[in-house]
């Protein structure tokens, strides 16, 4: 059974960053996708990024595109986030997840429990 885990969450200033991590157990991260989404209080769970099983390609929302990395580290079964420039519009708690294929709809296999961002003007 897979686990996901994230952490790195937080309270940052507008323009500052944070880096979120996923730490996987159960299957190596390597043979699935992975991504991240996001829940805003009052809106639906969007799309945010995801990365192959081999890392060769990403894909990002639009809104996050130039400002958010999806990374991954096979070797420590971890992938992350990193996020710059981050706005209050970013605020959210974000999801790891994992799917056999990258999709940009919510029908991953795999979720984490969630980890809270906030950022403040």
């Known amino acids: 059974q897979v686990q996901l885990v994230e952490s790195g969450g937080g309270l940052v200033q507008a323009g500052g960053s944070l880096r979120l991590s996923c730490t996987a157990s159960?299957?190596?991260?390597?043979?699935?996708?992975n991504g991240w989404f996001r829940q805003a209080p009052g809106k639906e769970r969007e799309f945010v990024a995801a990365?192959?099983?081999?890392?060769?390609?990403?894909f990002y929302a639009d809104s996050v595109k130039g400002r958010f990395t999806i990374s991954k580290d096979n070797a420590k079964n971890t992938f992350y986030l990193q996020m710059n420039g981050l706005r209050p519009e970013d605020t959210a708690i974000y999801y790891c997840v994992g799917n056999d294929v990258p999709i940009t709809t919510d029908l991953w296999d795999y979720w984490g429990q969630g980890t809270q961002v906030a950022v403040s003007p």
């Open positions: 159960g299957r190596p991260i390597k043979n699935y996708a």
């Open positions: 990365i192959t099983r081999s890392g060769d390609y990403t």
